[in-house]
T-cell receptor, first 115, second 110 residues
């Protein structure tokens, strides 16, 4: 397994269009996270799944955003009616909880540009 | 929203020098982690320190944690050009979601 993979790596879209990103976690990991990172800032938490259950959503995740993880494997993040403010790097991470500590492994991210 | 701030925002040093970055956070935590990010490899986990620990070492890295001041520091000794990257602290509270700081951009000149 080569780690967490995200697709596409780059996406340019026109304002108002819908976009969907995919994340394939490390295969044995049961937890999957989505973060958003804008230029010069640290990543901001969006949501996370344990298996197929979405356990927590940030207030940053407006009703235009939806995330799914069918069958507890890969995950998709969809943004509807994109706005220029959605331009950012979208990062996915996965982890396997062991004891009281969970190391998260991050993918390379999908860079979204809304024009 | 960001959990806290990192200081300095940017740091430039020569190879062989030590680099120290500081992180402050706002709420009680379960653990604090440091990550490195560069364009080639994305975000990489460096080290974790639990809330009941005060200091931890890993290779050239030394992390301290002061929960009374809600602050942490990362020391990189004998820096190398390959250490050039952005460094983020991230805190975990009651769940496994990470709350990241604003980051320190480190430039190490050969």
């Amino acid at each position: 397994d080569t780690g967490v993979s995200q697709d596409p790596r780059h996406k340019i879209t026109k304002r108002g269009q819908n976009v969907t990103f995919r994340c394939d976690p490390i295969s044995e990991h049961n937890r999957l996270y989505w973060y958003r990172q804008t230029l010069g800032q640290g990543p901001e938490f969006l949501t996370y799944f344990q298996n197929e259950a979405q356990l927590e959503k940030s207030r940053l995740l407006s009703d235009r955003f939806s995330a799914e993880r069918p069958k507890g494997s890969f995950s998709t993040l969809e943004i509807q009616r994109t706005e220029q403010g959605d331009s950012a790097m979208y990062l996915c991470a996965s982890s396997q909880k062991t004891g009281d500590y969970t190391e998260a492994f991050f993918g390379q991210g999908t860079r979204l540009t809304v024009v | 929203s960001q959990q806290g701030e990192e200081d300095p925002q940017a740091l430039s040093i020569q190879e062989g020098e030590n680099a120290t970055m500081n992180c402050s956070y706002k709420t009680s935590i379960n653990n604090l982690q440091w990550y490195r990010q560069n364009s080639g490899r994305g975000l990489v986990h460096l080290i974790l320190i639990r809330s009941n620990e005060r200091e931890k070492h890993s290779g050239r890295l030394r992390v301290t944690l002061d929960t009374s001041k809600k602050s942490s520091s990362l020391l990189i000794t004998a820096s190398r050009a390959a250490d050039t990257a952005s460094y983020f602290c991230a805190t975990a509270v009651y769940t496994d979601k990470l709350i990241f700081g604003t980051g320190t951009r480190l430039q190490v000149f050969p």
